[in-house]
């Protein structure tokens, strides 16, 4: 991915993330005419239309298109810093205080969620180190070595054939002499015949071995297999296809996380009458979102050249932390009891979220 490509990423995520904000909200910086709503014909009270809120005043210029994008992108209406730092720093205080209303001081859950996606995937994706091995974690064992033999054979019957041709014109070349040296004549037909005779063997020994990667014969599933198993053979047999077709599905149904999260936020608080299902969405999502945001500034430290085992560590201690203080602030819970459901919610993400989340990633890529 070029930076051009993260760059219009970025942007879309931010435009996208944008449009998903309350409608009064999006012009909250507009200027104010006096007289009536271009929208609806009511009589203007405010900067805004009490009826159906747009703003008084309607820019008409080109310049305010680009005054649009960029508030898209860079500004949420000034709400983002206001977001930002209650979410590393308060999470839990910004969650309990969105719920109970305050809904124009902080950028939306959803909104921010969508930003942080695209920015994630932007970003994370156009960093080395970032392509997981481009799919060599898909060659274990068998597979793996009958696919290294396939190459090998590949490369060896190409060197074969390359020999042969030579020797063939290097023949030809002295048949077509005057006076024929019958040795050189003698020698080249020898080598002409070993080239044949590595190449005759070589394609045996592909028969044996099938069709190379991405061949229509490793479509079609063998006896005794499934349509999933022959599936998962041709992905092992095409990792990088299937690296590729995850990578897209992760962007594209990253959403899926909340609702997978949620039955399993629900059972911390199980026929709970004081926290509804509302109340679990909101701080799922923005759990999700300082979790992406927090993937972003680890990849970009990892770029940069800091140590690996401080990478890592932060990992395990930073995620934990948050969801501690999250679950405390929003809940209004105990130190104990934030404690217990803190390590029970961490194990339903590591036993539950992340497994069904990569199932749905490996049936995407591979269906």
Known sequence: MTGIEAGADIATGALIARAVEPAEDRAAH???????????????????????????????????IGHDIAHGVFHFDGKIWRTLPMLAFHPGDLTRRYIAGERMRFVSPLAIFLFAVFLMFA?????????????????????????????KLAEEN???????????????????????DQARIATLQQRIAKADEAARTIG??????????????????????????????????NPELLLY?????????????????LPFVWLLFPFSRRYGLYDHA???TYSLTFMSLLTVVLAVLAAAGVPEWMLWTAAGIIPPVHIYKQLKGAYRLSRLTAGIRTALLSLMIL??????????LVYMGVG
């Open 158 to 180: 190409r060197r074969a054939a390359a020999m042969a041709n030579e020797a063939r014109a290097k023949l030809a070349k002295e048949q077509r002499k005057a006076d024929p």
């Open 282 to 284: 909101v701080f799922t």
């Open 245 to 261: 077709k995850m990578k897209n599905s992760a962007y594209k149904y990253s959403w899926a996380l909340i609702p997978i999260s």
């Open 351 to 360: 036993c539950g979220v992340i497994p069904i989340f990569s199932v749905l």
């Open 123 to 151: 970003i994370v994706a156009s960093l080395p180190g970032w392509h997981m091995d481009g799919g060599n974690f898909l060659k274990p064992g068998v597979n793996g070595g009958i696919m290294q033999a396939r190459a």
């Open 204 to 237: 045996n020994a592909q028969k044996v071995l099938g069709g190379p990667p991405g061949a229509a014969a490793a479509e079609a599933p063998l006896p005794d297999e499934n349509w999933f198993e022959a599936r998962m053979r041709h992905a092992r047999e």
């Open 30 to 64: 507009d200027g104010h005419d006096s007289g009536v709503c271009l929208n609806c014909g009511t009589t203007l009270i405010g900067t805004h239309c009490h009826a159906c809120g747009q703003a008084g005043h309607v820019h008409r210029t080109l310049g305010a």
